[in-house]
């Protein structure tokens, strides 16, 4: 390291503490560690820090990056756009990369899903999906106004809007917002690992979907929308649901006369293998969720795909007010778009999804020697969604307390070793972009496992 870049670095962090307020952060703890990670570059599977350290980008940038960083026809997609306009509104107006996505995405969507509402993050696609679903029940053609309400799992995660943390349920995000909340009914998670019932599976009625269909069956009639993180709960740590509930779950609604919503936010563009993760259980909801891979990573952009019978409820002359009154000042916004259609378009060419497949293997073959340490309970996932979760003592299940921030410790080790990545508490995420060849595969789990033990050796 120069002196000059020495030196911006510490500038650059000096401004940083004194002025950032940074996402779910003890700020505190931030300002004592080591200098942040100050990212400028990035390359392929790589981040690169100012001083010009290359990290491999575990976590594809907390989710979002798809095929990887300066993709060369995303990259040309946006300076193409920016050529044109930067932004105009849909308020009134249309705009040609808005409406050439929606046609792309209502095609590669699971059926039925014909129509499509933007807007710019995981959590307003979700906001968007609950009012609409409560807006539906009010003015469909036989008017159910007595659904208004959501059913979601424990553990859930939709996003950090006050209605989708009404949604939510873990604890340490959203039992402070308890009083601003809007109520919602529970079912339990399938989680085998720390079963609530102690149970195993099978047989269990929680894992066999049989427990959230008694529930769904029994409040139909107050039950606007059930909410479900489709195959994974990412954010709850990568928990993964058996085969056959997804599918159960759209059944109980398709008796039940409740709407399903699909948030895929997470598992969207092929994260959990196939383009949606809905398509595991050849499921089709009413309505889907999308944000964080649809630009590849590269600019804030959400849709909510909803059926035509959805869509039609909210037809009628404008003075009756059946519109549906939602919007943001940047909706449909055109470079988001364009680099979205770029993203998709990549899908098609290099067949991602098909060649996804074993690098898929690879990383699960890989992760097989994790299983081995003393500290990880549980290596879990799908796809390319991956969770390792750490135990203070395997045998007895003991978990670490959350003031040895152990996950923490497992990443800050990782850095040192070139891996950036992010854990969900003591569960290590893995989650590279697509571009990684299986030698870099290889080599992040080599620098997890080298990481666990570091990090976790004295306890
Ligand atoms: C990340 C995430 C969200 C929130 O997305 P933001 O873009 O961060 O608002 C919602 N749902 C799921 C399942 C997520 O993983």
Redesign the pocket.
Same mark, same amino acid.
């Given at each position: 390291m120069s002196t000059d870049e020495a030196q911006r670095l510490r500038r650059l962090t000096h401004a940083d503490r004194k002025h950032l307020w940074h996402p779910f952060t003890p700020m505190d703890e931030w300002e004592r560690e080591d200098p942040p990670l100050v990212v400028e570059r990035g390359e392929g599977a790589y981040l690169i820090d100012v001083e010009g350290n290359r990290y491999l980008d575990g976590v594809s940038s907390?989710?979002v990056n798809i095929h990887g960083h300066r993709k060369e026809e995303i990259d040309e997609a946006v300076r193409a756009q920016l050529g044109r306009i930067a932004h105009t509104t849909q308020l009134g107006m249309a705009n040609p990369a808005a409406i050439e996505l929606a046609e792309k995405l209502t095609r590669i969507a699971p059926a039925g899903l014909t129509r499509v509402f933007y807007s710019d993050? +995981? #959590?307003?696609?979700?906001e968007i999906a609950l009012k609409m679903a409560f807006q539906y029940q009010k003015q469909r053609k036989d008017p159910k106004p007595e659904k208004d309400r959501f059913l979601t799992l424990n553990l859930a995660?939709?996003?950090?809007?006050v209605g989708?943390v009404s949604l939510g349920g873990i604890d340490l995000f959203h039992h402070i917002f308890g009083p601003l909340l809007f109520q919602t009914m529970r079912a339990e998670t399938p989680y085998c690992f720390w079963c609530p019932r102690g149970a195993a599976h099978p047989p269990c009625s929680v894992c066999s979907g049989d427990e959230i269909t008694h529930h769904i069956a029994e409040n139909a009639p107050h039950l606007a929308a059930v909410v479900v993180?489709p195959m994974v709960? +990412? #954010?709850a740590g990568m928990i993964v649901q058996p085969s056959g509930f997804l599918r159960k779950v759209r059944e109980a609604c398709a008796e039940h006369d409740v709407l399903l919503i699909a948030?895929?936010?997470?598992?969207g563009f092929g994260r959990t293998g196939p383009m949606f993760a809905c398509e595991h259980e050849g499921v089709a909801p009413d309505i889907l969720?999308l944000?964080?891979g649809i630009t590849g990573g590269y600019l804030?952009l959400?849709a909510t795909l909803a059926t035509e019978e959805i869509f039609d409820a909210f037809r009628g002359p404008p003075e009756t007010g059946r519109a549906f009154f939602h919007g943001h000042s940047y909706t449909g916004n055109p470079l988001a778009c364009a680099a979205a259609l770029a993203n998709l378009e990549i899908f098609e060419r290099e067949d991602t999804i098909q060649n996804n497949q074993a690098k898929i293997t690879h990383l699960w073959s890989e992760l097989e020697r994790l299983k081995a340490s003393p500290r990880v309970g549980e290596v879990r996932g799908l796809g390319w969604m991956v969770g390792v979760e750490l135990l203070k003592e395997k045998a007895t299940k003991e978990p670490y307390t959350p003031a040895e921030r152990k996950g923490r410790a497992v990443t800050l080790a990782a850095r040192r070793r070139g891996l950036a990545v992010r854990p969900l508490g003591d569960v290590v995420v893995l989650m590279p972009p697509y571009c990684v060849t299986n030698e870099e595969i290889s080599r992040m789990v080599e620098v997890l496992e080298e990481s666990i033990r570091e990090a976790c050796a004295a306890d």
């Open positions: 907390l989710w993050s +995981g #959590a307003t696609a979700v995660y939709h996003g950090d809007t989708a993180e709960q +990412g #954010a948030d895929e936010v997470a598992t969720c944000a964080k804030p959400a």
